[in-house]
């Protein structure tokens, strides 16, 4: 099954499942272009093809989040205001790193430190 997120102003507004067979050109072989312009005709709206396993565009399209077209990736919402920009992940890292000590963190971004969750 393939996967596309329809785009609106570079936000993902939703992801659908296509069957593969409505990708196949004349010679049997996927081609993006050709879910796209399924979608289109179907749903109306611009569409961009997503991985489910993130084998392409960084990461899989969820619903809100920004596809970035300089980096041809998707990128999910930013955390919180102080996590940074992953370039190779298109992921967002927290300034500070998440112990490793098996205990359970959450962020706090006002104190800017992992905090313990606690039973």
């Not at 050709?34 to 899989?60: A, H, M, P, V």
């Not at 919180?80 to 370039?87: A, K, P, T, V």
Request: proline share 6%; hydrophobic share 35%; with cysteine.
């Amino acid at each position: 099954m393939a996967h596309f997120a329809r785009i609106k102003n570079n936000i993902v507004k939703e992801v659908i499942v296509v069957n593969n067979d409505v990708l196949l050109d004349e010679n049997g072989v996927e081609q993006e272009s050709i879910g796209i312009e399924f979608c289109r005709n179907l749903f109306g709206g611009d569409w961009i093809q997503t991985s489910y396993n993130g084998n392409f565009r960084k990461n899989y399209a969820g619903v809100d989040y920004t596809y970035d077209s300089e980096r041809d990736a998707f990128i999910p919402p930013k955390p919180y205001n102080s996590w940074i920009l992953n370039e190779t992940t298109c992921k967002w890292d927290p300034p500070v790193d998440l112990p490793d000590d098996g205990k359970t963190y959450i962020w706090n971004d006002n104190n800017m430190n992992w905090q313990i969750i606690t039973p």
